[in-house]
């Protein structure tokens, strides 16, 4: 289970250094090997590989209705895996997709990670923050 927020820098070759709370679990669950693709909400989803294939199996079943969705998801799929000091290399699509220059946000999502713009993540939880609370919360006790 994953969680937490980590603010973290790219380097000028692509590359993002997983946090060493994650990077362990990560190579354990996945032998270091992680799917990213883009969100439809502006950022990058990071999965440990089994966790992707099930998505990925899920999303392949969807209804030709929702075709977008799964080209979004399925069609910007790339296959990394962690080099020996940690790092992941985003290629070029992803970070010009998603806005990702140098300064990013990594949120622990359970299953899976977003990576989002640093800027465009702030911005967007201020944003959310002016709304009221959804529905789903309102008989959620905190």
């Known amino acids: 289970m994953f969680q ?3 603010s973290l820098n790219i380097d000028g070759k692509g590359r993002l250094s997983v946090p060493t709370r994650h990077r362990d679990a990560l190579l354990s669950m996945a032998e270091g090997q992680v799917t990213f693709t883009k969100h439809p909400d502006g950022c990058l989803l990071l999965f440990p590989r089994p966790e992707w294939l099930q998505f990925r199996e899920r999303v392949a079943q969807l209804p030709i209705t929702a075709q977008w969705w799964k080209r ?7 296959d990394v895996d962690m080099d020996a000091t940690g790092r ?3 290629s070029p699509e992803l970070r010009e997709a998603t806005g990702l220059t140098k300064e990013v ?3 622990g ?5 977003e ?4 800027t465009t993540y702030e911005m967007r939880e ?4 002016q709304q009221p609370m959804p ?3 309102q008989d959620f006790v905190l």
């Open 4 to 6: 937490g927020a980590s």
């Open 72 to 78: 979004i998801f399925l069609g910007n799929a790339m």
């Open 88 to 90: 992941l290399l985003i």
């Open 105 to 107: 946000l990594m949120l």
């Open 109 to 113: 999502m359970g299953a899976h990670f």
């Open 115 to 118: 990576v989002w713009d640093k």
């Open 126 to 129: 201020a944003e959310a923050r």
């Open 135 to 137: 529905a789903a919360f």
